[in-house]
């Protein structure tokens, strides 16, 4: 069966990176695109990145994150990361992997001083 699973989450000050990874399971990784999401405390879930299966590898982000974080994947490790740069408070969130109707349980990710 499909599964994914984010680890890499914790605490950062303001202006810190992390590096999330979504290691999967069940299913032809390199065929499928691959999403990041994020639900912040008292919001509902929203897009945070995307990384397509095509041969271009196109990658798509919400206006939020742009030009500072990165998703990229590993289609040998059946991985995807999200490289997380100059966080900000307002990032603290948890953070899930995506692939069409599935999700990994989530890592929570926090950016406090």
């Known amino acids: 069966q499909v599964q994914l699973a984010e680890s890499g989450g914790g605490l950062v000050q303001p202006g810190g990176s992390l590096r999330l990874s979504c290691v999967t399971s069940g299913f032809t990784f390199s065929s499928y695109s691959m999403n990041w999401f994020r639900q912040r405390p008292g919001k509902e879930r929203e897009f945070v990145a995307s990384?397509?299966?095509?041969?271009?590898?196109?990658?798509v982000y919400a206006d939020s994150v742009k030009g500072r974080f990165t998703i990229f994947r590993d289609n040998a490790k059946s991985t995807v990361y999200l490289q997380m740069n100059n966080l900000k408070p307002e990032d603290t969130a948890v953070y899930y992997c995506?692939?069409?109707?599935?999700w990994g349980s989530g890592t929570l990710v926090t950016v406090s001083s």
């Open positions: 995506n692939r069409n109707v599935f």
């Open positions: 990384s397509s299966s095509n041969i271009f590898n196109e990658t």
